[in-house]
């Protein structure tokens, strides 16, 4: 993975460079790295703030050999390397919010986001998106996510070298990936499990026809979100928002 490494200064998104690279034909495991974003993007349309070369913006495109189905699993193993490659440089409590977002201290420093053309029973090719906040300072994200973002530097109170952490990011991806296509999802359960923002405690479920609150209990082998809820009844989540 990685072999074909495409950087540019400024794009609109590296999901959309990706996303045109895959149609042209672009090899499994190409990656598009970006120093900025005019338009990143986040899961539900979101913009994703990526204007300045102070973060990791990159697009991974794949070509599993699986069902669609499967392709959440991959948010949920991509965010659980993430933390193995952070684990190599700092020892920072990193914590996986179900399904895509890595906090440190109760605030987001970095979002996954997940997209596919597909088949009804195959994946032509996905695009993994990861972006990172790594040397903003707290005044650098606007005002109405301040309070609730931050970055490694932030954290760590030091400046990260970003070609140092790209590539260990790399390494670590095609590990993760290689064992997660030989040994499935039962590979990273535990792991993600291990690192779970919120597990026992009691959150906010909201989906679009009801929101309820429920208590954090794992996932399930294909990925799902296990929550208990009040009248002790344990459901599983494919989408929703988790809230507290
Ligand atoms: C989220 O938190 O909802 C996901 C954020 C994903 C951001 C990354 S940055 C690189 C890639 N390009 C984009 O436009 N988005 C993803």
Redesign the pocket.
Known sequence: LGQSLVFKDEVD???NIAHQLAREGAVNGTTIIANK?LH????LN?E?V?HHDDGI???MILRPEMAPCHASQMTLFTATSVVDTLAKFANIPVKIKWP??LFINDKKFC???TEMQAELDHIEYMVI???INVNQESMSFPEEIRQKSTSLAIETQEKWDRRVLIQQLLVDFETTYREFLTQGFSYVKDKWTNNAYKLGEKVLVNMPKKSFEATIEGITDDGALLVRTIDNNIEKIYSAEIHW
């Open positions: 998104s590296t999901q974003q990143g993007r986040g899961r979101r994703w990526s913006w990159m697009s895509n977002d979002g996954i986001l998106g990861i972006g």
